[in-house]
């Protein structure tokens, strides 16, 4: 099956239960997964539904889109993410973004936990991502060109949209929320970086460090949708941190940043 007939039988699959189109997809990342609760909930989709769809295999990770409205801007929900790390193809790890585009979302808001490598970055706090590194993982967009969806080679230069980022940046200054800015990261995974590693990635200009995003907006930017997105730092990377890190550390970070997380992902995409 070509990619193009992946996306369309999921399609059809999810539009036997509900018709409503989006114009936001939002990736909920670590400390986001209750955010469906903010929302009034018009449906929701089982990614189990849903044929040939990757379900996640991580504790804590529910697998469903969720569609309501923020504000008057009507948005589906990831509620739950495949990780490259699963053992899953990029191809399968990108369906779920693709399948948004695919319902009519025109921005992907991505969110998600990291490690901070940056001066000043703390574990809690909200970093706007200016731009990504992602040459350490393989491209989605690897394998036959399905010109339906984008071009072959799509230009990488401006791949979080700036008229998006102001909107969040006023949104985090009106709220009083601490915004940092930065480069994120994506290694495979599963295992946390070493010391060494982390030097590595700070002297190439990352920021933070993580291991689910970039793919994900290459394959938005692919398929033409403007991508924004916010990280959490979770924890100080390897090295920088004191003590070992662990899941269930960055997973206690990223629900006590949860209350400016939300704020600031919900008053932004209202504006959108
Ligand atoms: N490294 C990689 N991924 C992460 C980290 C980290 O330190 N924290 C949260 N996700």
Known sequence: MTIYEEIQTALS???????????????????LGDFASEIEIEA??????L?????????????RFVFGRIGETPVVCMQGRVHYYEGYPMRKVVLPV??????????????????GIAPGLKAGSLMLIEDQISCFVPSPLIGPNEEKLGTRFPDM??????????????TAEEGGV????????????????????????????????????????IAARHMGMRVVGVSCISNLAA??????????????????????????????????
């Open 178 to 217: 601490e915004l940092a800015r930065g480069v994120y990261c994506q290694l495979t995974g599963p295992q946390f970086e070493s010391p060494a590693e982390i030097r590595m990635l700070a002297a190439m200009g990352a920021s933070c460090v993580g291991m689910s995003s970039a793919c994900e907006a």
């Open 44 to 49: 929701s989709v089982d990614y189990s539904s």
């Open 239 to 272: 090295g920088i941190a004191e003590h070992p890190l662990s899941h269930a550390d960055v997973v206690a970070a990223a629900d006590a940043a949860a209350p400016n997380f939300k704020y600031l992902v919900k008053n932004s995409i209202a504006k959108f």
């Open 157 to 170: 230069s401006h791949i979080y949209d700036e008229e998006l980022r102001a909107i969040v940046a006023a």
């Open 51 to 63: 044929t040939g769809f990757p379900v996640s295999t991580v504790p804590g990770h529910v697998g």
């Open 98 to 115: 693709r399948l948004m585009r695919a319902m009519g979302a025109e921005i992907l808001f991505i969110t998600n936990a990291s490690g």
């Open 13 to 31: 699959d999810l539009r036997a239960q509900t018709d409503i189109v989006p114009r936001v997809g939002l990736i909920l990342g670590s400390g």
